[in-house]
């Protein structure tokens, strides 16, 4: 086996572009090769179909489409499933292709080959002092006052399986390899081999999720990255950031500070989730605290080699010898219970001449203890995690690992050995620092009605009331009432429905856990003060403490607009203010806003209600911190994360940024530890430069236009979206969205009820837009808003405002991307192929919005064609035109094969059998179709169901991978 690869290092993103097509033909080469090895007739037609697909997307010219679109319908059920399985895997190669780009790029600005195409940490040291006139001093009492938390979520977005996404990593990796490392000619053929395996071995996986994932199938897919990649680049990262400050005559980070925190919303997360229960919870919570203690272990066992020094602190020798005497009168029993126990080595009592080994040794058994304790926890449900704990004398607190460590830490430096201190002990210290003895705390976030529904249960039974009934102002006066008594409200035997009592069920599963494993209560759709008081309430009647900081979550716009009154009605409160004690979060939906009033209007109402609500903390003396519920895609607030942090109003951010990490990002920004230290770099960089060197506040000018411009965009999308009758059919038919919940990429429904567009989550809206290639969510409302500005006289000012506002500038060049990702040649095949004509109007009208969309972007960024050159903002993903050029050939077949499939699927559920024969003859095929649980015995489904069934969920894997954001 021979392929052409080019290893050569080059000076410039542009110069990069060779090596990106490069290693996309290496890796379709290898793949096509292993296609011909177990399809030669399949392989041929894949091939037709890539060079159709690649004269279409060069021509554009609707008889080449004709090509494509006749060949494939030409294929046979079971041809689709495997040529569009073919696409799915050559778009996901392309995508790790780009992703080792990335590293080049990082890695050769690091050796000051190239200049970097956005900001780093190092960089923005320089600049602060160099530039900004900031003193060396003020910076780094910033960075040692700021802290990033990163909150992975459940949110179904990843499309990919875990299993797959282990195999291209290693393909990942090994590219990577060919780049990075100076090879001989065999270790070379060495390394394309363990590509081709990995390949292989994808290409041979069953790439369908055939059943759900449960909540704690999806903590543990979570942890899997903390495992693998996370636990290990946080403190080489932190090592990286004291080299720069050396580098500035400043000392090192302070030992105790983290500049990272992780949290989760995987098991905690309930709104509209009937599969998150009080015992998920529970469940999630115990597996989050083992991968945390067997971490440590293996970092403790370790360290027992590592430090084998006698010289000491005498802190140090008391604490030693006190252990060794203690263990020395049970020696026998000692070794022989760590013998059972099969440790690494060191089974006898440890001597006290060997001081750092004997509190290590002791440090190693506790979290043995510790470990046998939470397996305890898991196989008895009904056990006090929390209660076990501290029964067992297991570790419960952070400081009871981090003393000694510290102590240990101490002692080395004072002898002299510093070097060893700085080592890998001062990694296990940030380690312990950043991660706990949780890995991640677990946010728990529920829907206000639930509350209200339990609040109304207890006045009922009580016979005070309707608590659902009570207006706002009875609601704040019964529930501070009760906050400041003292007598209990909740009674034992209280009638429940099943939804109230689950809800209690949780927060009394909460009084058990420890509290260190938990983070925020976010109140999903709160919309008063109410809604915050009634959870405080709730955890103090069911015994949490301490208590859970309740997060009220501002989704819509309505909500939005609302919410500096509401933390005004809070703030305002005496008893609340004194019982937060100096600080609030709020948290801010980008998805719902977005579906609810469209993305400019939702980006200007997150940006005016940010400033808003730091005016009301101001002025009551609270520290507010704002937590940024952002998706993956642009339409729900997605974005390249400097960029995305650097647009928010001045002031903020001030140090402090809580941000969800959803769905198939968590793969993109943790999946590899290069990767995971890029990423830690952008966020640290930016944080520090919003708090030091913040965006100028915009003009009142330009103000004014930005809310004109935010009311017409909502005008226009809420018109077409909620007050056109035939959209919402339209929207059904000209997509997969009724389709999307056979994915099984997440444990939660697509609706949170029944009904239209309103109760459709914002998650499934965004992805069946993609999936058809309109991405209206992302643009509607847009062109009309600024076609209307333009004709009155504000070209002038829009365009300023894009030069200088980084707000203005981010929000135009995303929806530059997505537009340059639209095509509405596709979308009208969609149309063609599976929409009544009495609906083709509508969408005729859509597509003339999408253009006239285009032209006038266009006209405020001044270009000619989209993504034409580089702005600011773009510069974070170099060639981004060019990628998407790459990708384009790999998705058209997979449009069309959708489209098909949902046409086959729908015409023969609407007519029944219809007459359609189908019998694949393949035994491969017979067996995959076969694989599905829910395709056996009685009512199994038909042949040819099946296969397309099978085929539109490969499609929609492989379009998700293809329309996924550069950067």
Not at 358 to 373: E, F, G, I, K
Not at 766 to 794: C, D
Request: net charge neutral; proline share 5%.
């Amino acid at each position: 086996m021979s392929f052409r690869i080019s290893t050569e290092l080059r000076a410039g993103p542009g110069q990069f572009l060779t090596g990106l097509r490069d290693d996309d033909s290496l890796l379709r080469q290898v793949f096509f090769s292993i296609l011909r090895h177990h399809h030669p007739n399949l392989a041929a037609k894949v091939d037709v179909i890539y060079a159709l697909s690649q004269a279409w997307c060069t021509s554009q010219s609707d008889s080449d489409f004709e090509l494509l679109v006749k060949y494939v319908s030409d294929l046979k059920p079971e041809e689709r499933i495997l040529v569009a399985s073919s696409f799915s895997h050559m778009l996901n190669l392309h995508n790790l292709t780009e992703e080792v780009n990335s590293s080049q790029i990082g890695r050769a600005v690091r050796l000051g080959e190239m200049d970097s195409p956005t900001r780093d940490t190092n960089h923005s040291l320089l600049k602060l002092t160099a530039v900004n006139g900031l003193t060396p001093q003020q910076v780094y009492d910033s960075l040692c006052n700021q802290t990033v938390e990163l909150v992975l979520t459940a949110h179904p977005t990843q499309a990919l399986r875990a299993s797959l996404l282990k195999k291209y990593a290693i393909v990942r990796r090994e590219l990577d390899t060919l780049h990075s490392k100076r090879m001989s000619e065999y270790e070379k053929i060495e390394t394309l081999e363990a590509i081709r395996a990995a390949v292989q071995a994808a290409w041979r996986t069953d790439e369908i999720r055939r059943s759900k994932p449960t909540p704690q199938d999806e903590m543990r897919s979570g942890l899997s990255y903390f495992s693998t990649v996370i636990f290990d680049v946080v403190p080489v990262f932190h090592r990286r950031v004291d080299t720069a400050l050396e580098k500035m005559g400043l000392p090192r980070l302070p030992l105790d500070k983290a500049l990272f925190k992780f949290g989760s919303w995987m098991g905690g997360d309930r709104d509209g989730n009937p599969n998150v229960t009080a015992e998920t919870t529970r469940d999630v919570v115990v597996l989050a605290r083992l991968e945390a203690v067997n971490t440590y272990f293996r970092q403790v066992e370790s360290l027992m080699f590592d430090l084998s020094m006698w010289r000491c602190s005498p802190e140090m020798k008391e604490l030693a010898e006190r252990i060794a005497a203690a263990e020395s009168r049970e020696a026998a029993r000692v070794a022989e219970e760590r013998k059972k126990r099969n440790y690494a080595d060191f089974w006898a009592p440890i001597p006290a001449t060997e001081p750092f080994r004997v509190v290590l040794s002791h440090m190693r058994d506790r979290l043995y203890n510790t470990r046998q304790v939470l397996h305890q926890c898991l196989v008895h449900p009904n056990m006090s995690v929390r209660g076990a704990l501290e029964e067992a004398g297991a570790y419960l607190d952070i400081e009871d690992m981090a003393r000694p460590l510290k102590l240990m830490y101490d002692s080395l430096m004072s002898t002299g050995d510093a070097s060893v201190a700085n080592s890998r002990l001062l990694d296990l210290l940030r380690q312990l620092r950043t991660f706990g003895l949780s890995m991640m705390g677990l946010d728990i976030r529920q829907e206000s009605s639930r509350h209200t529904e339990v609040m109304d249960a207890i006045t009922t039974y009580l016979g005070l009331g309707s608590y659902a009934s009570w207006d706002e102002q009875t609601r704040l006066k019964f529930l501070l009432d009760e906050l400041q008594g003292k007598r209990p409200l909740m009674p034992p035997g209280m009638d429940m429905s099943p939804d109230v009592k689950e809800v209690v069920a949780t927060f009394r599963m909460l009084s058990g856990l420890p509290s260190d494993s938990l983070g925020a209560y976010i109140i999903s759709m709160a919309k008063t003060a109410s809604d915050v008081l009634a959870v405080v309430l709730l955890q103090r009647e069911s015994g949490v403490r301490p208590a859970l900081r309740v997060v009220p979550l501002f989704e819509t716009l309505e909500d939005l607009n609302n919410a500096p009154g509401t933390m005004t009605t809070l703030l305002s409160n005496d008893w609340y203010r004194a019982h937060i004690n100096g600080m609030h979060e709020c948290m801010i939906g980008y998805s719902d806003s977005g579906k609810d009033a469209g993305r400019l209007a939702a980006a200007w109402a997150l940006y005016e209600t940010q400033e808003k609500l730091v005016a009301v903390a101001a002025e009551y003396g609270i520290r507010l911190v704002l937590f940024h519920g952002r998706g993956g895609t642009v339409g729900r607030g997605g974005g390249p994360t400097h960029m995305a942090i650097r647009s928010q109003p001045s002031g903020t951010i001030n140090g402090h940024l809580r941000v969800t990490v959803q769905g198939e990002i968590i793969e993109q920004q943790f999946g590899e530890k290069e990767v995971c230290f890029r990423t830690l770099d952008l966020y640290t960089s930016a944080v520090l430069e919003a708090a030091l060197d913040p965006p100028p506040a915009p003009r009142q000018e330009w103000r004014d236009l930005m809310t004109r411009l935010a009311t017409d965009s909502c005008d226009m999308y809420r018109s077409v979206v909620y007050r056109t009758p035939e959209f919402y059919e339209y929207f059904m038919q000209s997509t997969a969205a009724s389709e999307l919940g056979r994915l099984n990429i997440g444990s939660r429904p697509s609706s949170r009820k029944q009904g239209g567009i309103e109760t459709l989550r914002a998650i499934p809206w965004i992805f069946a837009w993609t999936q058809q290639r309109l991405h209206l969510p992302v643009w509607l409302g847009i062109g009309e808003a600024l076609e209307g500005a333009i004709a009155q006289g504000y070209q002038p000012v829009l365009q300023d405002m894009y030069a200088n506002w980084p707000f203005f500038t981010s929000t135009l060049d995303l929806v530059e991307m997505v537009l340059a990702k639209a095509d509405a040649r596709l979308s009208a095949f969609y149309e063609r192929t599976l929409v009544e004509g009495s609906l083709a109007p509508l969408g005729e009208k859509l597509r003339r919005l999408l253009a006239k969309t285009q032209q006038h972007i266009l006209i405020v960024v001044r270009k000619n064609a989209l993504l034409e050159g580089n702005t600011p903002s773009q510069m974070s993903t170099p060639n981004l035109d060019e990628k998407i050029r790459l990708r384009s050939p790999y998705v058209a077949p997979l449009n069309v094969l959708q489209a098909l499939s949902l046409k086959g699927l729908r015409k023969f559920r609407e007519l029944g059998h219809g007459g359609v024969e189908y019998n694949p003859s393949d035994p491969e095929i017979i067996d995959l179709l076969s694989r599905d649980p829910h395709k056996k015995g009685e009512g199994a489904q038909h042949p040819f169901v099946s296969a397309m069934d099978d085929c539109l969920m490969i499609t929609i894997k492989g379009i998700a991978a293809g329309m996924q954001n550069t950067g």
